[in-house]
């Protein structure tokens, strides 16, 4: 089961987590991304290209349960402005084994800060600016690629 959602409402961290809690589950990884206040940082707003975005974390999440045994798969982003604390994005894998989960919620997140269409604006006082990719992120979802299963 592959379960995407971009919503401007809050994250469901608990009624996410029982979602996937079915069947012969073993093991549920989860990775939850909060707002940083980096630098002063006041608000986070994202943008997205509807449709299109969900096409794109709907694709890395079947190439993660094609590269592992997965029973389900959901990926929950939010859009909109954000405060320092907020939930922005919560992935979540549940596998028969810890293995398969850890190591696809880790892919998900590392291919989703590259591969869907977000756009960040930052808000620190009077001042906004849009934020480039880090060069990190493109690391991280480029050892996938020359990693094996």
Do not use: N
């Not at 809050?10 to 012969?24: H, N």
């Not at 269409?117 to 006082?125: L, M, S, V, Y």
């Amino acid at each position: 089961m592959i379960r995407i959602l971009i919503s401007r409402d809050p994250i469901d961290l608990a009624g996410e987590t029982e979602r996937v809690e079915t069947g012969d589950v073993g093991a549920v990884a989860s990775f939850c991304g909060l707002v940083r206040a980096d630098d002063g940082v006041d608000q986070l707003e994202l943008e997205h290209y509807p449709g299109a975005t969900e096409a794109a974390l709907d694709r890395i999440a079947r190439l993660a349960t094609e590269r592992w045994s997965l029973q389900a798969a959901t990926i929950v982003h939010r859009v909109g402005p954000m405060r320092p604390g907020e939930r922005i994005v919560l992935v979540l894998t549940a596998a028969p084994h810890r293995r398969d989960a850890l190591d696809a919620c880790a892919y998900l997140i590392d291919r989703l800060k590259t591969d869907a269409p977000f756009w960040k604006r930052e808000t620190r006082g009077e001042d906004a600016r849009w934020i480039e990719a880090r060069e990190s992120d493109t690391a991280a979802a480029e050892r996938w690629s020359t990693q094996a299963p």
